[in-house]
């Protein structure tokens, strides 16, 4: 069955970095737009980067550009999300999605990430 696992979170200082992957299985990744989406508590859950099929795109939000990085290695099932220069405003459950057109979309269980001193 479609899993995609999300590993990396944790809690880290302002200014400190994490990454965050997401491994999937069960359909065909290297066909498929990947994205993080994060939701803070009694917040709504809101786009923060994507990545194309073949990585040659990337698009961010303007809260994380210049911090944040998504990347992907398609021989490995994988995307990431290298986070620098973290904020308390970052802190969220952060969700990988994969979509491709004509074709159901997938998420998975997510990650909790907490910046705090």
């Known amino acids: 069955q479609v899993q995609l696992v999300e590993s990396g979170g944790g809690l880290v200082q302002p200014g400190g970095s994490l990454r965050l992957s997401c491994a999937a299985s069960?359909?065909?990744?290297?066909?498929?737009?990947m994205s993080w989406y994060r939701q803070a508590p009694g917040g709504e859950r809101e786009l923060v980067a994507a990545i194309s099929s073949t990585g040659g795109s990337t698009k961010y939000a303007d809260s994380v550009k210049g911090r944040f990085t998504i990347s992907r290695d398609n021989a490995k099932n994988t995307v990431y999300l290298q986070m620098n220069s973290l904020k308390p405003d970052d802190t969220a459950v952060y969700y990988c999605?994969?979509?491709?057109?004509?074709?159901?979309?997938?998420w998975g269980q997510g990650t909790q990430v907490t910046v705090s001193s």
């Open positions: 999605y994969a979509a491709r057109l004509l074709h159901p979309d997938y």
């Open positions: 069960g359909f065909l990744f290297s066909t498929h737009a």
